[in-house]
């Protein structure tokens, strides 16, 4: 089984700051890992995406994460945020071994301040 | 391009009643999952399809609650004699394999 932890429920930054939203997983397999964005009362977008190859994954909107083995994590970044970044943000692990259901986290509400 | 798309958005029923969700996922995708999502959490796996069968139930899709996939195409989720904890925006996502998996707007049932 997979379990993800998002420990910061609410995240105030100010515009133009950097953020870091933090994510951790546990999983007895290899897994993929996933981060994905949800704005009021909207489904869930992909932000990015770690499959393989190097552990610095760039997605849209200038977000990246980067993905650690010896510390399962992977961390959502953004060096300068905007207004338009406050949304809920969930991380996601996938089996690699063909397993077919996400399990999310709880969430972090990034919420972005003039 | 067409996303994946659910009907109806909004749902209000009276505990009891028999609810259906509708999913059209992305066409060409051959796989389409059911999570549900309460408030304050992320969303929890229900059931999904590989082409019209179903391949994997979670523990939470209690026997009220039935799934179908007919013609590997739309799916629906049907919710017998609702009860107020059925409360929750229900999502839709459809994938081409072990791709990524795209969602839709989610459907949000209020159980009176």
């Known amino acids: 089984a997979q379990s993800v932890t998002q420990l910061d429920s609410q995240v105030p930054v100010f515009e133009e700051a950097p953020v870091e939203l933090r994510c951790n997983y546990s999983s007895s397999v290899s897994v993929y890992l996933f981060w994905y964005v949800q704005y009021p009362n909207q489904g869930l977008q992909l932000l990015l995406k770690y499959l393989s190859g190097s552990t610095l994954v760039k997605g849209i909107n200038g977000f990246e994460a980067e993905f650690n083995k010896s510390q399962t994590s992977f961390h959502l970044r953004k060096p300068s945020v905007h207004i338009s970044d406050t949304a809920e943000y969930f991380c996601a692990v996938m089996p690699t071994g063909g397993g077919n259901k996400l399990t999310f986290g709880t969430g972090t509400q990034l919420k972005v301040e003039l | 391009d067409t996303g994946v798309s659910q009907d109806p958005r909004h749902k209000i029923t009276k505990r009891g009643q028999n609810v259906t969700f509708r999913c059209d996922p992305i066409s060409e995708h051959n796989r389409l999952y059911w999570y549900r999502q309460t408030l304050g959490q992320g969303p929890e796996f229900l059931t999904y399809f590989q082409n019209e069968a179903q391949l994997e139930k979670s523990r939470l899709l209690s026997d009220r609650f039935s799934a179908e996939r007919p013609k590997g195409s739309f799916s629906t989720l049907e919710i017998q004699r609702t009860e107020q904890g059925d409360s929750a925006m229900y999502l839709c996502?459809?994938?081409?394999?072990?791709?990524?998996?795209?969602f839709g707007p989610g459907t949000r049932l209020l159980v009176l």
């Open positions: 996502a459809s994938s081409w394999g072990q791709e990524t998996q795209y």
